[in-house]
């Protein structure tokens, strides 16, 4: 499925931390750009950030794909690629919400205060429901509901609905995981892997659900 994806405008979060992504990002700079931008909206790492001043590259431990992340007392620009020395380099895996793989190289302080940024909290996963659905509804051929049910270890479960209408979809899981998914921090097809979400729908619904997953976690 193909879209036209137009450059965001610098998004401005809270203590005055600029965010700016470049025109035609790549999904790590989306990514990144993305989870920053969530990080400092919960002031996870707005002060952290607000004082960085630092040039760091991000890797993907198992892909090509890497990006530099220049820090500027409050200003943030995220890019595609690496070039020069960076003042830290941290290889991360972008399937597992940016966990370190490996030791950090160049500054350690520099690399542990961009991991946190990278490690925003999840909100609740009602709430990451809603909001997904609320940026899903753009979409074409999306459902008209999202039938939600977490089950937890202990074996309490609970079910969401978001939308009204004629057409469902229904997504079941644990809530931590679907509070990820919902909210950008994890990808969909990544989480199907691991066996422990159940969908049920048809594959031209999980087809357009997918790219609501993409639009929320690439902010596209």
Request: hydrophobic residues 45%; aromatic residues 4%; proline residues 6%.
């Amino acid at each position: 499925m193909t879209h036209t994806i137009a450059p965001p405008e610098p998004t401005v979060a809270p203590l005055g931390v600029t965010i700016a992504i470049e025109d035609d990002a790549t999904p790590i700079v989306r990514l990144i750009g993305r989870t920053l931008r969530d990080s400092v909206h919960t002031g996870h790492a707005s002060a952290a950030l607000d004082e960085l001043r630092a040039v760091v590259a991000v890797r993907s431990h198992d892909t090509p794909q890497a990006a530099t992340v220049a820090f500027s007392g409050g200003s943030i620009a995220v890019s595609n690629g690496v070039s020069g020395t960076p003042d830290a380099t941290v290889t991360v895996d972008l399937n597992g919400r940016f966990a370190s793989v490996g030791e950090p190289d160049g500054d350690s302080s520099t690399a542990a205060a961009v991991l946190d940024a990278l490690a925003p909290p999840l909100p609740h996963w009602q709430e990451a429901a809603d909001s997904f659905w609320a940026a899903a509804r753009s979409i074409r051929g999306i459902p008209d509901v999202l039938v939600v049910i977490a089950a937890d270890d202990d074996g309490n479960i609970e079910q969401h609905v978001a939308g009204a209408g004629e057409s469902q979809y229904l997504i079941a899981g644990p809530p931590e995981l679907l509070a990820g998914i919902f909210s950008g921090a994890d990808d969909l097809l990544a989480a199907l892997m691991t066996g422990q979400l159940g969908l049920s729908g048809t594959m031209s619904q999980l087809s357009v659900l997918t790219a609501a997953s993409w639009k929320v976690r690439y902010d596209v």
